[in-house]
T-cell receptor, first 115, second 114 residues
Framework: EPEVTQTPSHQVTQMGQEVILRCVPI?????FYWYRQILGQKVEFLVSFYNNEISEKSEIFDDQFSVERPDGSNFTLKIRSTKLEDSAMYFC?????????????FGEGSWLTVV | KNQVEQSPQSLIILEGKNCTLQCNYTVSPFSNLRWYKQDTGRGPVSLTIMTFSENTKSNGRYTATLDADTKQSSLHITASQLSDSASYIC?????????????FGTGTRLQVTL
């Protein structure tokens, strides 16, 4: 079964450093998302991406965050200057098309620890 | 504020037994409700998807119900197996199509024992 792959699986970074989390969505999917889950808390929406641009974003997704799809394959989340509270599991997800019946596929997550 | 509440927080059952997990939501507008299974440290995996017009949806040993009037859903697991041990998360979508702004519950942590 096709899957969303994410790298790295775990990254430790110092506060203030830039971090790039990478995702390879399922081929031919059109909608891409980043969600995050702080340890012990609910999964939270960050941003959605369609047609090479952000379609929606949450309050969490401030100027420190950015996303891009540089080569039509990878989908990246960049955090410019990490803060301690950015420590979380970051999930990438993709969806083949619009419509509730389209299953959303989540990756295994990238665990980010900011020290 | 959109909220999804789940109960119980955790549950321990013997292998082979059935169980039912509950979900109450106050998401508006409402489009569809999804149940996910999440193993520790892994990504959520979709189990069922229901719109407001559907009352029940099955996927193998998993059966989800939805009452859009009372804004309640349940996930029933029959003949539980050790591999069912995971968190089960209720997720509500306000949109008709995309996965933007899904509201996740905190999940019910299920442990199946011998």
């Amino acid at each position: 079964e096709p899957e969303v792959t994410q790298t790295p699986s775990h990254q430790v970074t110092q506060m203030g450093q830039e971090v790039i989390l990478r995702c390879v969505p399922i081929s031919n999917h059109l909608y891409f998302y980043w969600y995050r889950q702080i340890l012990g808390q609910k999964v939270e929406f960050l941003v959605s991406f369609y047609n090479n641009e952000i379609s929606e974003k949450s309050e969490i997704f401030d100027d420190q965050f950015s996303v891009e799809r540089p080569d039509g394959s990878n989908f990246t989340l960049k955090i410019r200057s990490t803060k301690l509270e950015d420590s979380a599991m970051y999930f990438c997800a993709s969806q083949p098309g619009q419509g509730f019946q389209n299953t959303i596929y989540f990756g295994e997550g990238s665990w980010l620890t900011v020290v | 504020k959109n909220q999804v509440e789940q109960s119980p927080q955790s549950l321990i059952i013997l292998e082979g037994k059935n169980c039912t997990l509950q979900c109450n939501y106050t998401v508006s507008p409402f489009s569809n409700l999804r149940w996910y299974k999440q193993d520790t440290g892994r990504g959520p995996v979709s189990l069922t998807i229901m719109t407001f017009s559907e009352n029940t949806k099955s996927n193998g040993r998993y059966t989800a119900t939805l009452d859009a009037d009372t804004k309640q859903s349940s996930l029933h697991i029959t003949a539980s197996q050790l591999s069912d041990s995971a968190s089960y998360i209720c997720v509500v979508s306000p949109n008709t199509g995309t996965a933007s702004k899904l509201t996740f519950g905190t999940g019910t942590r299920l442990q199946v024992t011998l």
